[in-house]
């Protein structure tokens, strides 16, 4: 087991804090790295978290951070989707596919239910995982992102943006996405750190997770069969998945919890990691 060291320079969350790569635990092939960060005492909540595209488990630094300083009772459990982080490349995976590699990234830690929450491309999964593994779940929180599938005009263009990715490497996720990310009253480190990740995305990387999201199965008919708590979060500035899809999503969700951080764009956790946090940290209460 190594000691967890924060990408970028991240704040250090504690020293209980510590990173298990899955890769090291397990003689299959292929399994997802993740990172744990245990509650300083027993838990009472063990929670996943599935970042956006085109980043990494680096995206939930700063509100795990906040989330530590909120409440002691909740264990994280981070995890890199195939190719980002420090997950190895899985050519052609699929939504469906990288569930059962989720589940086995949780069962190295804990047989409990867990929440699973998932910020835009790994809500996308946390659908996937609800698809397969329902009773493995006691909570849900699905940020920026929708049930809906792509339509065809939007798998076209992911097909390109795969080609130009592989052609120009990162560049091309940040001349399509960057300015869509953030606006002129992110925080400026903040922003920094944004175009920092998308840089660290490896072509083929970006390349494949394009071709999961385009090919992932329509969630809208879970909507009414998702009897657990529910958290939606969106931002009001979000380009990429409007406020008003997740707006709609929640009605549709029963009981769901809706919270919409006026003024943010898509990577609500990263750029407004405290009141994500908040937001998460009320929602453990009704869990």
């Known amino acids: 087991m190594q000691t967890g060291v924060w990408r970028n320079a991240q704040p250090h969350i504690g020293a209980h804090d510590y990173l298990v790569s899955t890769n090291l635990l397990s003689p299959r092939r292929f399994m997802l790295n993740s990172r744990l960060l245990p509650a300083a005492d027993d838990p009472l909540h063990f929670v996943v978290l599935l ?54 990234a949780i069962l190295v830690h804990t047989p409990d239910r867990i929440i ?5 491309m790994g809500g996308y999964a946390a659908f996937a995982f609800y698809r397969e593994y329902p009773s493995m779940l006691r909570g849900i929180v699905l940020s920026n992102t929708k049930a809906e599938v792509d339509s065809e005009e939007a ?52 390349a494949d997770a394009l071709g999961a999201m385009a090919a992932r199965e329509d969630s809208t008919d879970l909507l009414k069969l998702i009897s657990i708590p529910a958290l939606v979060i969106s931002g009001s500035e979000d380009e990429t998945i409007a406020a008003e899809i997740q707006r ?12 919409e951080m006026n003024g943010a764009a898509h990577l609500t956790a990263s750029e407004r990691p405290l009141e994500w946090a908040e937001a998460f940290a009320s929602f453990l209460d009704r869990v």
């Open 51 to 104: 970042h956006a595209f085109p980043l990494s488990t680096a995206m939930w630094d700063r509100m795990a951070v906040e989330l530590e300083s909120i409440r002691d009772d909740t264990t994280l459990l981070l995890v890199d989707l195939p190719g980002f982080g420090e997950s190895p490349l899985h050519e052609g995976w699929t939504m469906k596919g990288i569930a059962k590699e989720i589940r086995e």
């Open 116 to 120: 699973l929450g998932g910020l835009s």
């Open 155 to 206: 798998k076209a263009y992911r097909a390109e943006f795969a080609a130009d990715a592989l052609a120009r490497g990162a560049d091309a996720a940040i001349d399509r996405l960057y300015s869509k990310f953030v606006t002129e009253d992110t925080d400026a480190e903040i922003a920094i750190d944004i175009r920092s990740w998308m840089s660290e995305a490896q072509p083929r990387a970006i």
């Open 248 to 259: 709609k999503m929640a009605k549709e969700l029963h009981g769901a919890t809706y919270v």
